[in-house]
């Protein structure tokens, strides 16, 4: 059975920092791309940053240089540094894997957890 758990989340002021993390279980985690997304109230789900089986990652624009994502094979979870916080970045982030290259839309990723919700204040 596959699981995925976020945890981390919470309320930040803006130029702030959290961590979120990722926990996985049901499947061999050194062999999939993992992603995280997020969902701001009103919004469609959104790809932030991915990380291949290789170690590749790639982060989208609004995240980059803020964002840094970091998986640990031998732990088989993965994780999400988040700097200098703005309101913009307030939504549900969610993690999400996939078996097979990085990829972008939410329907490529077959496997997700519940997200948790970062809430960014002014």
């Known amino acids: 059975q596959v699981q995925l758990v976020e945890s981390g989340g919470g309320l930040v002021q803006a130029g702030g920092s959290l961590r979120l993390s990722c926990a996985t279980s049901?499947?061999?985690?050194?062999?999939?791309?993992m992603g995280w997304f997020r969902q701001a109230p009103g919004k469609e789900r959104e790809f932030v940053v991915g990380?291949?089986?290789?170690?590749?990652?790639y982060y989208a624009d609004y995240v980059k240089g803020r964002f840094t994502i970091s998986r640990d094979n031998t732990k088989n979870a993965v994780s999400l540094q988040m700097n200098s916080l703005n309101p913009e970045d307030t939504a549900v982030y969610y993690c999400?894997?996939?078996?097979?290259?990085?990829?972008?839309?939410?329907?490529?990723?077959?496997?997700w957890g519940q997200g948790t919700q970062v809430t960014v204040s002014s």
């Open positions: 049901g499947f061999s985690f050194n062999t999939v791309t």
């Open positions: 990380s291949t089986r290789s170690g590749g990652t």
């Open positions: 999400a894997a996939r078996i097979g290259p990085l990829a972008f839309r939410t329907d490529n990723y077959p496997y």
